[in-house]
């Protein structure tokens, strides 16, 4: 099966942007929907962002929606978030993820994951 490693990573002031990324390895990268989550102490992780294998526009959590843009470039098999207007409370690790079919904001539909990596924002 397909294969995730996030990128991009770090900290950033509040007000800021930050783009992290998520390439594709392995099996295929044809036909995934791909997801962005996101996990921070003592939380469960959270829905931020999905987007179709044929792209088009993305879905949102409403915390994010106006802010963040999913995006995803298939023959580089790379997924990426584009963070602005970024605040304390987006401080997470944020994960990646990939599922056959349609974008969809549950999570249990993901069935490939990456490792995650840090973002945070600082006041």
């Known amino acids: 099966q397909v294969q995730l490693v996030e990128s991009g990573g770090g900290l950033v002031q509040a007000g800021g942007s930050l783009r992290i990324s998520c390439a594709a390895s392995?099996?295929?990268?044809?036909?995934?929907?791909m997801g962005w989550f996101r996990q921070s102490p003592g939380k469960e992780r959270e829905f931020v962002a999905a987007?179709?294998?044929?792209?088009?526009?993305?879905i949102y959590a409403d915390s994010v929606k106006g802010r963040f843009t999913i995006s995803r470039v298939n023959a580089k098999e790379t997924v990426y978030l584009q963070m602005n207007s970024l605040k304390p409370e987006d401080t997470a690790v944020y994960y990646c993820?990939?599922?056959?079919?349609?974008?969809?904001?549950?999570?249990?539909?993901?069935?490939?994951w990456g490792q995650g990596t840090q973002v945070t924002v600082s006041s």
């Open positions: 987007i179709s294998w044929s792209a088009g526009g993305g």
């Open positions: 392995g099996r295929t990268f044809s036909g995934y929907a």
């Open positions: 993820a990939a599922s056959l079919g349609l974008a969809t904001m549950n999570l249990a539909r993901y069935d490939v």
